[in-house]
């Protein structure tokens, strides 16, 4: 199997002078529990790279030496429209059915009005398919039925365009496991390689469908079915290829159920793009991309509602998704990016859309590198356990930006009483072991709810983190229930005052909290200013905000610092934020005392859980 080799990405620019004289600790196992049904290596941490992801999985059965054969050993069948001529003992034609029963490789051209290629084989080796211009449509199955082989490979040809179909009444729309239920059908391990094109029609069920693994290399393929759009019962791995999926159902599935290493889907390489009336990419264990383009539509977009008994997620692994590379983008009705166990981002660009939460895991959530943009949820990321070490985030989220161990899965869409639609109440009740954790990286939030909400711990150790919170005081731009611990890195948290809430007053390193008299409205910008008159931070807000916390090295406990609104930022920006300003015209508005909470708020450390 070619494994490509991981990405490594660097983090997005930091405040560095924010951050002169800061030591932080990474601390990079965000959780072990898992609440999926399935159980696989990776489901017990969210601390785990794409190499190790892919080695706690079966190994694929594609193999060099599958794509190799002698072009004087080629058997050739030509399609005639209503039957086809072929020499050789080991194809029979009976109208329009055409039989392959022995192991070989066989070049196909021409085409059936309406008939079938059958691959029944006993013998041990590969039966290669080598599609040279081929047209292929039955009324009443599949149009290539792959009934028994030890293993097909299906080679499209160089410059060839190649085209398989069902029809809406074919046998398989039936609910009978037997029959075969796409227009492409295997019940052997199925490799789609070669340079030509393939587009497949899956108008009773399934487009291409494999009761074994199917691996796709190179090929260029379209696929449009009525249900899944293609499916690798025990694995489906995309290595190169150039697919597009149209799907009523899910677009890619793998739905082993009794085997902990099997139905994973891997992206190594290749563009995938995937329009889906149910989830985009559904896995029985893991999602793993580790390169390539892959762009997901699921259930008519971030904008669409999902039925109550309908699932709509852009990537779902149930025991994990794992990123590591690549460029992938997703707009789902339901959550972007879903697992039952655990997520990890260690590279990658993720731009996502949702309906409801931006990243969901169940258990544990981890991201240590790449680039993660939320541009559109209810939630942005949401775990029983939180971990950010690296990487850059921005996330933009009608309720809370980041959700420790609250919410329902599916409670961005919630129907009568608040129940959620779409989904299931989330299993975060079974650990009761709740933290976000942050050791690294950037981070912007932008919520209407609570900006960062932990319904246990919250402990900031490096990184750059910057809140815009909610405008009304039912929320606050920081929200914990248990400890409230800075050690280093830099925060900085605007939002209402109602609900305001400071570091514990245990935290080792310094902290600021101000509530303004009155609403500083957006566009405004404000500096805090040290007694001796250096400029700690500058910060422009885009929008309303009567509540600032800001923590960072420069800050020392007991000292007084100045708050001056008016003049302007300057320098890099990281969410308004900039390490330097120009306070030229601006007036004080308030003075506060390093470490001690501002009045009128939730006060520090511990306070009440809004979910």
Not at 249 to 259: A, E, I, R
Not at 291 to 316: C, F, I, N, R
Request: hydrophobic share 40%; with cysteine.
């Amino acid at each position: 199997m070619r494994r490509p080799t991981p990405r490594t990405f660097i983090p997005a620019l930091l405040v560095a002078a924010l951050l002169t004289g800061c030591a932080s600790t990474a601390d990079t196992t965000a959780g072990t529990t898992t609440t999926s049904p399935a159980t696989s290596a990776t489901s017990v941490s969210a601390d785990v790279t794409v190499a190790e992801a892919l080695a706690a999985n079966t190994a694929d059965h594609d193999d060099a030496a599958d794509h190799e054969w002698a072009e004087a050993d080629e058997i050739p069948i030509t399609l005639t429209g209503d039957g086809a001529t072929a020499d050789a003992a080991s194809v029979t034609v009976d109208g329009a059915t055409v039989t392959i029963t022995a192991a070989g490789t066989y070049r196909i051209s021409g085409t059936l009005d309406d008939g079938q290629i059958v691959v029944d084989s006993a013998d041990d080796g590969i039966v290669r398919l080598i599609l040279d211009g081929v047209d292929v449509t039955s009324s009443t199955t599949a149009a290539v039925a792959v009934t028994n082989a030890d293993e097909v490979v299906v080679v499209l040809a160089d410059g060839s365009t190649n085209t398989l179909a069902d029809a809406a009444t074919s046998a398989g729309a039936a609910a009978d496991t037997e029959a075969p239920n796409a227009a492409l059908y295997s019940t052997a391990d199925l490799t789609i390689t070669g340079t030509g094109a393939l587009s497949v029609d899956g108008n009773a069920n399934d487009g291409i469908a494999s009761t074994d693994g199917l691996v796709i290399t190179a090929a260029t393929l379209t696929v449009d079915a009525v249900d899944d759009a293609i499916r690798g019962k025990d694995y489906l791995v995309i290595d190169g290829a150039t697919v597009t999926a149209t799907a009523g159902g899910d677009g890619l599935k793998s739905d082993v159920v009794d085997d902990a290493a099997a139905g994973y889907i891997a992206i190594l390489a290749g563009t995938v793009a995937v329009t889906a009336g149910g989830d985009g990419l559904q896995a029985t264990t893991d999602v793993i991309i580790a390169d390539g383009e892959v762009t997901v539509d699921a259930g008519g977009g971030s904008g669409a509602t999902v039925a109550a008994d309908a699932s709509a997620k852009g990537l779902k692994g149930d025991v994990s998704v794992v990123v590591g590379g690549g460029q992938v983008a997703v707009d789902a009705a339901d959550d972007a990016v879903h697992s039952g166990g655990a997520v990890t981002i260690v590279g990658g660009e993720l731009t996502l859309a949702s309906g409801d939460d931006g990243v969901h895991a169940d258990g544990a959530l981890s991201v240590s590198g790449g680039t993660v943009a939320v541009t559109e949820s209810y939630e942005g990321l949401e775990s029983a356990t939180i971990t950010i070490s690296g990487g850059d985030v921005s996330i933009t989220a009608s309720d809370d930006g980041i959700n420790v161990a609250g919410g329902a899965d599916g409670s961005g869409q919630q129907g009568p009483g608040g129940a959620p639609v779409g989904g299931t109440e989330d299993e975060f009740a079974t650990t009761g072991d709740y933290s976000l954790t942050i050791s690294g990286g950037t981070i912007v939030v932008d919520s209407d709810g609570d900006g960062l909400d932990s319904n246990g711990s919250m402990t900031i150790s490096g990184g750059t983190t910057v809140v815009s919170g909610p405008t009304t005081s039912g929320n606050g731009a920081l929200d914990v229930d248990g400890t409230f611990d800075v050690s280093g890195g830099v925060l900085l948290a605007a939002g209402s005052a109602g609900m305001a809430m400071s570091p514990g007053d245990t935290s080792a390193q310094g902290w600021v909290s101000v509530a303004f008299d009155s609403t500083q409205v957006a566009g405004t910008v404000v500096h805090v200013v040290s007694a001796d008159g250096t400029e700690i931070a500058a910060f422009e807000s885009t929008k309303d905000f009567q509540s600032l916390v800001l923590s960072a090295a420069q800050i020392t406990s007991g000292e007084s610092y100045t708050v001056y609104a008016g003049g302007s930022i300057s320098g890099v920006s990281v969410g308004g934020m900039t390490a330097d300003g120009d306070r030229t015209g601006a007036t004080e508005v308030a003075t506060a005392t390093a470490g001690e909470a501002a009045a009128g708020g939730m006060g520090m450390g511990a306070g009440p859980g809004r979910r």
